[in-house]
């Protein structure tokens, strides 16, 4: 219960008992007032009528009569019955007026008593439902009442309560959510394994087998041996770099760094790929800077170059420009390929999504390490294409005064 309400309450109870007590006795004090009052004049009365031999019982009845108040029988006894002392129906007035007192501070005192209960039932609802809720909550139910409107403490510990259910259901739905999303890769991951291991598998079984086989056929299978372990090996390390990306454990080394230099480094990682289809790279010339970290940039752009090559026809262009401005600075990197669907663009960030007509060789995970790359670093990828006109990937990255 909030202390202040309490404190409140008793002061409230302590201030009606003290105002009508105060009255009660006033009351008190002003009937022994008349009392006393009233056998002095009844003494004085007395007094001065001892010589026609009337005495104080005399005086008593005369002033009980009825007909006294039309008769000028007092005034020559210098006695006004419009005084309090003299009036006898003063102690009757008195009396009714002790009763209402009585009455009105003792229904006032109940009132605040039953306010004191309402609050005190309410308070004992209010804590019998956070227990309740607690319960539920031990249960793993998290759909509790909505907040109350009071300033009450147990108002604001369900409130508080209240707002911790919403918490752990949202950290329950996610961890659900993060099962689902492992379940789905393990899946994926175990049939991305598959194909290659079957593929060693198969190509080691012929070599032991073929105890005669020719130099330049066990060359064939080696090499191909050889590609299916580079493809693991691929596989493995960017998963390895996805999940640390997930559990937030990795370190940027941000630092000024020429846009043209990154481009530059990450063209040449696929130089090769992209020598092999015959593929030109045009690059900007632009003194351009972000400020970044250059070791996991170049690898976010060597794998949205290494998709423009695998999409792209042979003898095609590749055309990589930069375009800043006062809020970004931004990387295009577009190809003259098969293009996209709208649909296929939706997904195409998602790890081991493979679009219809995806290189047989991909694995679906470089587009998915590169977003995790660049919006780790403060930045922004986007997609636009059309099928059978190209595709165009957007890298934004935010200057420091406007992220």
């Known amino acids: 219960m909030n202390k202040n309400y309490k404190k409140t309450i008793i002061a409230m109870l302590v201030l009606v008992f ?30 001065l009528m001892a010589d026609e031999g009337i005495g104080e019982k005399d005086i008593m009845a005369i002033l009980n009569s009825k007909d006294l108040e039309d008769s000028d029988f007092l005034d020559k006894y210098g006695i006004d019955l419009n005084k309090e002392a003299v009036n006898l129906n003063a102690p009757k007035i008195i009396q009714n007026q002790t009763i209402m007192t009585i009455l009105l501070f003792g229904g006032l005192a109940l009132g605040v008593a039953y306010v004191f209960y309402r609050h005190e039932k309410n308070q004992n609802k209010m804590i019998r439902q956070v227990i309740g809720e607690l319960e539920r909550i031990n249960q793993k139910t998290y759909d509790l ?19 911790t259910a919403i918490i752990l259901k949202e950290a329950a739905d996610n961890s659900l959510k993060d099962k689902l999303r492992l379940k789905d890769a393990l899946l994926d991951i175990s049939h991305q394994l598959k194909t ?7 190509a ?8 005669e086989m020719d130099g330049q056929t066990r060359r064939r ?28 454990t990795i370190d940027f080394t941000r630092k000024a760094v020429a846009v043209s230099e990154l481009i530059n480094d990450a063209v040449y990682d696929i130089a090769l790929l992209a020598d092999l289809k ?35 026809d042979k003898q095609g262009k590749i055309t990589v420009s930069i375009d800043t401005n006062r809020i970004y ?17 939706k997904r195409i960030f998602e790890r081991f999504f493979k679009a219809k007509n995806s290189h047989f060789d991909s694995v679906g995970i470089g587009l998915a390490l590169s977003k995790a790359i660049i919006e780790k670093d403060g930045g922004r990828i986007d997609v636009s294409s059309k099928s059978g006109q190209g595709t165009i990937f957007q890298i934004k990255y935010y200057h420091q005064d406007y992220c």
């Open 204 to 211: 080691i079984d012929n070599i032991l087998d073929d105890k």
């Open 18 to 47: 003290a105002i009508g007590a105060a009255a009660v006795f006033g009351n008190y004090l002003a009937y022994r007032s008349y009392i006393s009052e009233q056998n002095r004049i009844i003494e004085n009365m007395a007094a």
């Open 221 to 248: 299978f080696l090499l191909h041996i050889r590609h299916q372990i580079d493809h693991i090996n691929y596989l493995v390390i960017s998963l390895l770099k996805l999940s640390r990306f997930d559990t937030n």
């Open 145 to 163: 009442p909505w907040a109350i409107d009071d300033n009450s403490e147990i108002a604001i510990l369900h409130n508080e309560l209240h707002k």
């Open 278 to 312: 015959g593929i030109t790279i045009s690059k900007p010339q632009n003194d351009a800077v972000i400020e970044c970290d250059p070791k996991w940039q170049k690898e976010a752009l060597s794998n949205i170059l290494k998709n423009a090559v695998e999409h792209s």
């Open 329 to 345: 600075t931004a990387i295009s990197i577009e190809d003259e390929g098969e293009g996209m669907s709208k649909e296929d663009q």
């Open 196 to 202: 290659p291991l079957t593929g060693i598998a198969i």
